[in-house]
């Protein structure tokens, strides 16, 4: 029996399947924020198989177009929208000009403003373009697993020691260095070694690179808005995480699609 203070094996990734899916977990296994983080990338995985296994079917039994929407529409549906959600929520924050003070106080209401809706509609435009683009030729389904995966991996980075958390955020402090550095190397290793391995078993190795530089674009366009946020918030937020993982999977598809 555990002890006062000591979790339990599989406690963080059932913390992180908690708040980031639908999944149901057994009462008082996920009892904190603390392993929301690390085990991010973990959930990815099993996320963007599922979304991409139903966009491939979608993809054949119908068309292209028709698998991106459902690769969009199972993501929201097992994620409970909500990253699709912070990111409209940090595009009204960061959209007007507008104080700090005010910039939280209109990411904290639930309402949803001229420049959310519009940044919302644009990005499951390109989101959707993009897949369907992919699924349209050999092996590109592999990047829209990818870009699921390089979306939870920004998150985790968010939980790094250092890592500004915005006034007023419960979920920012609760997780707040709960990253470390060797941790964050690890999966970035493993999902470079899955996206690559993936994609060379699929089509060689000139998908596997080209996988490989689009999760690096996408990490790096998460990295600007990290920064544009800390900027402008004083630091991230729930809502800023989830716009970071959205933006990454975003560009992943983007990149993917123009050089696969």
């Known amino acids: ?6 979790r339990r094996p599989w406690t963080g990734p059932l913390e992180s399947a908690a708040l980031l899916t639908v999944l149901r977990v057994p009462a008082g296994a996920a009892t904190s924020a603390r392993g ?7 959930v990815g995985l099993a996320l963007g198989g599922l979304a991409t296994g139903a966009a491939v079917a979608g993809s054949r039994l119908v068309s292209p177009l028709t698998g991106a929407v459902v690769d969009v529409a199972v993501l929201a549906a097992l994620t409970r929208g909500l990253h699709l959600d912070g990111l409209a929520d940090t595009a009204d924050g960061l959209g007007p000009l507008r104080g700090r003070e005010r910039a939280l106080q209109v990411m904290r209401q639930g309402d949803v403003g001229p420049f959310g809706v519009l940044t919302l509609v644009l990005t499951l435009l390109l989101q959707v373009t993009a897949g369907a683009a992919l699924l349209a030729g050999d092996g590109g389904w592999v990047a829209l ?46 999902a470079a070694a899955l996206v690559g391995g993936a994609g060379w078993l699929v089509s060689g190795p000139d998908l596997a690179w080209r996988l490989l530089v689009a999760a690096a674009v996408g990490l790096l366009a998460a990295e600007a808005l990290r920064a544009r946020a800390s900027a ?13 993982g959205e933006t990454a999977a975003t560009v992943v598809l983007l990149v993917a699609a123009a050089l696969v």
Not at 1 to 6: D, F, I, Q, V, Y
Not at 232 to 244: C, E, F, K
């Open 1 to 6: 029996m555990s002890g006062p203070g000591r």
């Open 36 to 42: 929301v983080l690390p085990w991010a990338p973990l």
């Open 145 to 190: 697993w990818t870009a699921v995966v390089v979306a939870r991996l920004v998150m985790t980075r968010a939980g790094l020691p250092g890592v500004p958390t915005a006034e007023g955020s419960s979920l920012g402090r609760a997780v707040a260095g709960t990253v470390s550095v060797p941790w964050l190397a690890g999966w970035v290793l493993v």
């Open 232 to 244: 402008r918030l004083g630091g991230v937020n729930g809502d800023v995480m989830g716009a970071m």
